[in-house]
T-cell receptor, first 114, second 113 residues
Framework: AQSVTQLDSHVSVSEGTPVLLRCNYSSSYSPSLFWYVQHPNKGLQLLLKYTSAATLVKGINGFEAEFKKSETSFHLTKPSAHMSDAAEYFC????????????FGTGTKLQVIP | DTGVSQDPRHKITKRGQNVTFRCDPISEHNRLYWYRQTLGQGPEFLTY????????KSRLLSNRFSAERPKGSFSTLEIQRTEQGDSAMYLC???????????FGPGTRLLVL
């Protein structure tokens, strides 16, 4: 069975400081992993995805994530937070073969303090 | 705007009433997905279509829920005899076949009184 755990429900950072949003996954097969962002009253937007190519994945808006198989982690980082980054972030896992079902984490709300 | 659209954006209904939501995917996408998101939770998969065929359904999709995609383009999600526990955001997404990325619509927020 596949599952995904987002270790922090809320993260608060000061503007201009680094962001780290943690995600651990469990999957019986080689996973595909995604990070989505959800701003209030807006649809989910894909930030980046890992699909068994390079383990360090760069996404939009300066975000990146590193796939670490030994740690079953896919943490999202950004060197310098911007006020516009305040949103809810979801880590998502999907089997790489066959199933269309994806499993979302419970989300991490990022607060950026000016 | 050529993204995924959903209608209505908000729906308030009384318990026991039927409601129907519509999703228009990105035009060339042949896969369409429905999810439900409750407060404080991530979206949960409900069902998906490839063209007009409904290929997978979650256990969350009780017999009061039915989804259709009659011509392989737009889809409808109907909830019969709504219950207060059905209150949630209903999200639609679409993708190309064999593609990893799903593109999400803005959602329909349902409140059952």
């Amino acid at each position: 069975a596949q599952s995904v755990t987002q270790l922090d429900s809320h993260v608060s950072v000061s503007e201009g400081t680094p962001v780290l949003l943690r995600c651990n996954y469990s999957s019986s097969y080689s996973p595909s992993l995604f990070w989505y962002v959800q701003h209030p009253n807006k649809g989910l937007q894909l930030l980046l995805k890992y699909t068994s190519a390079a383990t360090l994945v760069k996404g939009i808006n300066g975000f990146e994530a590193e796939f670490k198989k030994s740690e079953t982690s896919f943490h999202l980082t950004k060197p310098s937070a911007h006020m516009s980054d305040a949103a809810e972030y979801f880590c998502v896992v999907r089997y790489s073969g066959g199933y269309q079902k994806v499993t979302f984490g419970t989300g991490t709300k990022l607060q950026v303090i000016p | 705007d050529t993204g995924v659209s959903q209608d209505p954006r908000h729906k308030i209904t009384k318990r026991g009433q039927n409601v129907t939501f519509r999703c228009d995917p990105i035009s060339e996408h042949n896969r369409l997905y429905w999810y439900r998101q409750t407060l404080g939770q991530g979206p949960e998969f409900l069902t998906y279509f490839q063209n007009e065929a409904q290929l997978e359904k979650s256990r969350l999709l009780s017999n009061r829920f039915s989804a259709e995609r009659p011509k392989g383009s737009f889809s409808t999600l109907e909830i019969q005899r709504t219950e207060q526990g059905d209150s949630a955001m209903y999200l639609c997404a679409s993708s190309l076949a064999q593609a990893e990325t799903q593109y999400f619509g803005p959602g329909t927020r349902l409140l059952v009184l």
